[in-house]
């Protein structure tokens, strides 16, 4: 912005107005470059903010799959063991929740949830991973907007000081014109 700024004085340097104009223009840029980085730092947000739940779900999962095999687990190796020591061929059923399951099952049930707990230990593992990504992109967005946001309001002064700068020699050239006048007359009253 800087550059471009600086080669459109070079370029409209003879003509106050135009000058004016182009600065004007140059600075209406602003607020759309920065509203877009706002914009895209909230969808980042929301996604951060959807990422983070999911996670919490899956951390939560992962309790549940452990409180459940915490409960479950013992009571397979319980009922293995009885089963080898009485030489039955057949595990006594086990109870858990309420309900009966045969030794089967069970083993078929605590396969199912160290499954379970494993898919979502990974998903809690990725989260973790994408979470750091974002958290980074998030960072560098804030930042861009601060600093073109700061960029904005140097270049807001800048502009008016440039302002007063045109105003100034316009003024100037407005006294020299007419000073030139003025002598010109009074060099045209002298001959007469």
């Known amino acids: ?52 739940r999911e996670q919490g779900i899956c951390e939560r999962v992962v309790q549940m799959a452990d409180a459940d095999l915490a409960e479950l687990e013992p009571k397979i190796r319980e009922a293995a063991a009885v089963q080898a020591s009485n030489g039955h061929t057949r595990a006594s059923a086990i109870a858990v929740d309420d309900r009966v399951y045969s030794f089967e099952r069970a083993a078929a049930k605590a396969n199912q949830i160290r499954q379970t707990r494993v898919a979502y230990s990974n998903r809690v593992a990725d989260a973790e991973h994408d979470l750091t990504y974002l958290h980074q992109q998030a960072e560098g967005l804030e930042e861009l907007a601060t600093e073109l946001e700061a960029e904005r309001a140097e270049f807001q002064l800048q502009i008016a000081q440039l302002s007063r700068q045109v105003d100034a020699i316009a003024r100037n050239e407005r006294l020299i014109d007419m000073l030139e006048d003025a002598e010109w007359a009074l060099a045209g009253a002298d001959r007469e």
């Open 1 to 52: 912005v800087k550059g471009d700024i600086l080669s459109e004085i070079d370029s409209r340097i003879d003509d106050p107005t135009a000058l004016r104009s182009q600065l004007e223009d140059l600075e209406r840029e602003y607020p759309a470059r920065i509203k877009q980085v706002r914009t895209d730092l909230a969808e980042l947000n929301e996604q951060i903010r959807q990422l983070n």
